[in-house]
């Protein structure tokens, strides 16, 4: 496992300290779990941006029974 150093203000050590305290967990998790939320949401944003572009130019949908049924029809084959 990596370590790795921030450098914070006074200030913004105390709020990492008392929200991590709060939620009962360490100034480490707190951090690694706000960085992995946070590229996430930025990754399915992204997902969200590059499928609504290409529905944009294409845009036909299929109901969950027609993907259902196209689906079930691929593992006949």
Excluded: G
Excluded at 8 to 28: G, Q, R, T, W
Excluded at 55 to 60: E, F
């Amino acid at each position: 496992m990596s370590i790795l150093s921030v450098r914070v203000s006074k200030e913004d050590e105390l709020l990492l300290k008392n929200y991590a305290k709060l939620n009962n967990i360490s100034i480490s998790q707190l951090l690694r779990d706000s960085a992995i939320e946070k590229i996430e949401d930025e990754l399915d944003l992204k997902t969200y941006e590059n499928a609504s572009e290409e529905y944009l130019k294409n845009p036909i949908t299929f109901s969950l029974e027609e993907v259902i049924k196209e689906l079930a029809d691929e593992e006949n084959v």
